[in-house]
């Protein structure tokens, strides 16, 4: 008689799915060319999970949401949108997607890397808006650099 199969399902605790989620989504923005930051405050006092500077000087934002519930009682992902050239919602796997809004990119990820599952809609910024957030953008990367 065959073995019977098991069914080994692993959860993890929303800090967990949070951090492997930011990392796989940070480390598939490095590998596309972007220069990732975590955690990084806007003008508007928001804070985007990552932000991340493009070679020629393109503006990413990806907030992560680390299951179902974390998206519906989280709505504050359009005050991001003035922000940025590009914005994506990261998530895992085993996320339910057709929760998301269709027309943000969206980034499926794990502690390893991720994909871009839909590329976001340019919405280039503003020049002004552009060099004043490129400037703190590289302040606080310099800042980070010298705790390190």
Known sequence: MPAAAVHLELVFSRPETTLSVTRGAARLLADMGYAPLLEVGLPNGRRADVMALGR??????????????????????????????????????????????????????????????????????????????TIAFGRLAAMRAMRE
């Open 56 to 133: 020629k000087g393109e503006i990413v934002i990806v907030e992560v949401k680390s299951g179902p519930e974390d998206y519906r009682v989280d709505r504050k992902w359009p005050e991001y949108l003035p922000f940025c050239d590009a914005f994506f919602f990261a998530v895992g796997p085993e996320f339910p997607q057709d929760l998301l809004p269709g027309h943000p990119g969206l980034i499926v990820a794990d502690g390893f890397g991720g994909a871009v599952i839909r590329e976001a809609p340019a919405t280039p910024l503003a020049p002004a808006r552009r060099k004043a957030l």
